[in-house]
């Protein structure tokens, strides 16, 4: 609902996101697989420990077919886009070969939870909502240019007083630069679709938002630890990952967390275009 098109709109009631099963104490205990597979996804990405990430992960999807059929087949398909991801190269290199190869997993791993749930499951519990028939309230309209202040403030400082910004290739030709432009929309786009529209969206079909809402964030912080968001990174990445969340459930659209986060990666691609070539760009303080 809105009032007066001045406030956020409120989520509407959902039987299915973020409610508990019939069988009470199997429903409560939903959430351990579901941390297992979280922490599996910290080892595979933020450790880069691939043996024991597996194992984990292994461990979290037997516990889980104990539970619930439903449970262990949601955590399957998470579990999916976590392993094509793990099986390649997570980096920011802008080659055409790399690019190939991180862009096929990153298709997997969107595109074979989504098959499974319509075409397989047939519960379709995996969508992207581009078009929801409803407008932007005025707060989420004047939170777009907010982003772009925010980022501003933010990601010179980060990136290059930290030396971060070395973890991305320095590019002054045209060639360079509209491949880093490409790289970083399109990562920001899967980011939205894997972590909020997929795996969001399944584990709150098991728990509370909140526990859904957590176990995701560090899911995506994890994921942009290896691609190189080091240093202090996971101190604003992850709540970035908790507000995208939040901002999906009461939006109920990819568009709109599609477009903050563009945003921020706009800023982010003049700041790495600036940070290898000072004299360009020299609009930032830090």
């Known amino acids: 609902m809105q009032a007066g098109g001045n406030s956020m709109r409120m989520p509407s009631s959902d039987p299915e996101a973020g409610q508990a099963g019939p069988a009470p104490v199997r429903a409560r205990l939903a959430v351990v697989p579901a941390v297992m597979l979280s922490a599996a996804g910290f080892l595979l990405f933020a450790r880069e420990d691939r043996i024991s990430g597996f194992l984990l992960l292994a461990a979290a999807l037997i516990l889980a077919g104990f539970l619930s059929r439903k449970l ?24 055409t070969e790399h690019m190939a190869v991180m862009g096929t997993a990153m298709v997997l791993a969107v595109g074979i939870p989504y098959a499974a ?42 990136m290059i007083r930290t030396g971060v910004y070395e973890n991305w290739p320095a590019v002054s030709d045209a060639d ?58 996971p101190f604003f990445i992850f709540p970035f990952a908790l507000l ?20 921020f990666d706009f800023v982010l691609f003049l700041v790495l275009i600036h ?8 609009i930032f303080l830090y």
């Open 117 to 158: 749930s319509r075409f397989i499951t047939k519960d379709h519990a995996i969508r992207f909502p581009i078009r929801t028939g409803q407008p932007w309230t005025r707060a989420e309209k004047w939170y777009l240019p907010a982003v772009l202040v925010i980022g501003y403030a933010l990601m010179p400082v980060y």
């Open 275 to 282: 940070a290898h070539n000072r004299e360009w760009i020299n």
């Open 244 to 263: 995208q969340a939040r901002l999906f459930t009461v939006t109920k659209s990819l568009s709109y967390i599609v477009s903050v986060h563009l945003l």
């Open 72 to 95: 262990v087949i949601d955590l399957a398909l998470i579990a999916v886009g976590l392993t094509a991801m793990s099986l390649v190269p997570i980096t920011t290199d802008i080659s």
């Open 176 to 233: 360079g630069i509209a491949r880093l432009f490409l790289g970083t929309n399109v990562l920001g786009i899967w980011d939205e679709l894997f972590f909020i529209c997929t795996t969001f969206t399944l584990l709150r079909r098991h728990l509370p938002d909140w526990q859904a809402n957590l176990l995701q964030a560090v899911l995506f912080t994890s994921f942009l630890w290896e691609l190189g968001f080091h240093a202090w990174a």
